[in-house]
């Protein structure tokens, strides 16, 4: 028990910034690159290792898997082969549960690529922007919208409402289909498919998104994070994870430094002192807020149950003042 004290002490006292970026790219590597090392993790991962990066990827992201089983026939939908979207499910629940929405702040290519975006803004010396607070309160519906249209879609191609030709929805205009492939060596995918006309409108689509996510990016922190479908997704299945972000309201004095760090502007980070589970549906889970917070226990990273990672006045000194030493 003292030997984990010891390291949680430690870790509190992180250079956070630099551990994340160092995470995130060896995750980024992992996922984009895995496959060419023969690393296959299936067909559930609850993050965007794109399909379309097909000698790359080393599992498949579950946003393709569930798109392409909605597709199916209705009759077989109704089968017994339903079984297996149930297990694929599973499959996807059994990842997700481990990280919780730390899939969306550490793991995510596509999150990674955002942040990479923001340093390169931050270099050229031009300032992002803010949401207002009711410009924040209607995009947070979107990805739900997303989410939901990425359910329909499928389903009536399944029923023969919609073409063959809108297979998969999500992903033809998703930027991924277009990025990820090309950091292995595939700029295929950067087209549009004019072979039927929803083939063009989807892949135009596509490339319209791709477009945007770019120029949002360079203006908005983690721009393509507040309409994805997958975040939804995370947020709807997050209450069994066992990784949790907790915060105890009394140490709480609402300095805001939370909020000014949140790529994502939740608020409610700062703001509510009432409500221990502070996870807010936009939030990924990038426990920056944590390392910004100057109160001691006000805000924690729990993983089943136990703390692994809080705020602290040492931490917060030592992130301030990386040169000044501080006792543990």
Not at 195 to 212: D, E, P, Y
Request: charged fraction near 15%; proline fraction near 4%.
């Amino acid at each position: 028990m003292k030997a984990i004290d010891a390291f949680k002490r430690r870790f509190d006292l992180i250079n956070f910034n630099r551990f994340r970026f160092w995470l995130q790219l060896s995750f980024f590597g992992f996922f984009v690159y895995g496959g060419f090392v023969g690393i296959e993790l299936g067909n559930s991962i609850p993050t965007f290792s794109c399909g379309y990066n097909s000698a790359g990827r080393a599992g498949l992201c579950y946003l393709m898997t569930l798109q392409h089983q909605m597709e199916w026939p209705w009759h077989k939908l109704a089968s017994a082969a339903a079984l297996t979207i149930l297990t694929g499910f599973v499959a996807f629940l059994l990842w997700f549960v481990v990280l919780n929405k730390g899939w969306c702040g550490f793991a995510c290519p596509l999150g990674t690529i955002q942040d990479w975006i923001t340093s390169l803004r931050r270099l050229t010396g031009i300032r992002y922007s803010r949401y207002s607070s009711d410009q924040f309160n209607r995009l947070t519906y979107i990805k739900y919208l997303l989410l939901a249209l990425m359910f329909l879609i499928p389903l009536g191609i399944g029923g023969g409402w919609f073409s063959h030709d809108m297979k998969l929805p999500f992903c033809a205009i998703c930027p991924g289909r277009a990025l990820i492939p090309a950091f292995a060596g595939n700029f295929t995918h950067f087209t549009v498919d004019f072979s039927t006309k929803a083939a063009t409108v989807m892949t135009s689509l596509g490339m319209i998104v791709t477009g945007l996510f770019f120029v949002g990016c360079f203006v908005k922190k983690r721009f393509f994070c507040f309409f994805c479908p997958m975040s939804a997704l995370h947020y709807l299945i997050s209450k069994p994870a066992l990784l949790t972000l907790r915060k105890d309201g009394d140490k709480c004095t609402r300095c805001g430094d939370c909020y000014r760090v949140c790529d994502l502007e939740i608020k409610a980070i700062a703001d509510d002192v009432q409500n221990p589970h502070i996870m807010m549906d936009d939030c990924i889970m990038c426990l920056k807020c944590v390392a910004a917070c100057p109160e001691t226990g006000a805000l924690k990273a729990n993983f089943a149950g136990q703390t692994f990672f809080e705020s602290t006045e040492a931490g917060f000194i030592k992130r301030m003042n990386p040169n000044q030493h501080v006792k543990d």
